[in-house]
C-alpha cells in the first residue's frame, strides 16, 4: 500500500511530463494552405501566400534531417495532437512522428521502405504507393480510432509541412582557433612545460 501511494504522485505527473517535453506548440489536423481569402488572407501572423515554402524547399529541409521526402506522411485523428517534438528518421531514411490525446493515448506513425504484407499483429498498415509502407500502433488507442487513422493517412502539402520541421540551417563559417601550429599535422600541443 506504502508503494503504491509513492508511485502515484509519479503517476500523475508523468502524462504532464511526456507531453510538455518540447516547447514546440503542437497542432491538431492539417492547417489550411495559405490563399486570396480566408483568415489567412485577412491580416493574420501567416506568411503570405508568396513566401509559403515550395516542395523543393520541403525536400532539402527533410533531407537535411535524414528522412526521404517520398516516405513522409501524415494524419489527421479527432482528440489528438501531432507532437512536432516527436517527428524524426525511422529506419535508414523513413519518417516517424507520434499524435497524443488529453487522456494519455499515443499514436505513433512509421512511414518506410517495404510491405503491408509484413504488418506486425498490433500494428494497422497500409501501402500508399509501391515499395512504401505506413504502420500504425497506437498505446491505449481502440482499435477503430486506429483503422480511422491509417484511413486518413496522406502526404502533407508544403504549408501543412513547413511548421512541423525545423528552421532550415543557414551556412556559417568554420570557427578559427588559435592553438593550432603552423607546423606538422595541426594537432594542438598540450604538452605541459617542464615535464619530461
Known amino acids: 500500500m506504502i508503494r503504491a501511494a509513492r508511485a502515484l504522485p509519479l503517476l500523475l505527473v508523468l502524462p504532464a511530463l511526456l507531453t510538455a ?59 489528438f ?35 503491408a504484407a509484413d504488418c506486425p499483429r498490433d500494428h494497422v498498415c497500409r501501402a500508399p504507393a509501391k515499395g512504401q ?5 497506437g498505446e491505449k488507442v481502440a482499435p477503430d480510432v486506429l483503422r480511422r487513422a491509417a484511413d486518413a493517412v496522406h502526404r502533407p502539402t508544403p504549408a501543412e509541412l513547413a511548421p512541423l520541421l525545423p528552421p532550415p540551417r543557414t551556412a556559417t563559417a568554420p570557427v578559427q582557433r588559435g592553438d593550432l601550429p603552423p607546423y606538422g599535422d595541426g594537432a594542438p600541443d598540450n604538452s605541459v612545460p617542464g615535464s619530461s
Open 21 to 79: 517535453c518540447g516547447t514546440e506548440k503542437a497542432r491538431s489536423g492539417p492547417e489550411p494552405a495559405a490563399s486570396g481569402s480566408g483568415p489567412a488572407a485577412a491580416g493574420s501572423s501567416r506568411e503570405p501566400a508568396s513566401a509559403a515554402p515550395g516542395q523543393a524547399d520541403m525536400d532539402v529541409r527533410l533531407r537535411a534531417l535524414g528522412i526521404a521526402p517520398e516516405l513522409v506522411y501524415v494524419t489527421e485523428v479527432p482528440g
Open 133 to 137: 509502407v505506413v504502420r500504425l500502433y
Open 81 to 115: 495532437t501531432l507532437a512536432q517534438q516527436s517527428i524524426g528518421v525511422n529506419g535508414d531514411d523513413g519518417f516517424s512522428v507520434a499524435y497524443g490525446a488529453k487522456d494519455g493515448a499515443i499514436l505513433h506513425l512509421y512511414a518506410e521502405r517495404g510491405s
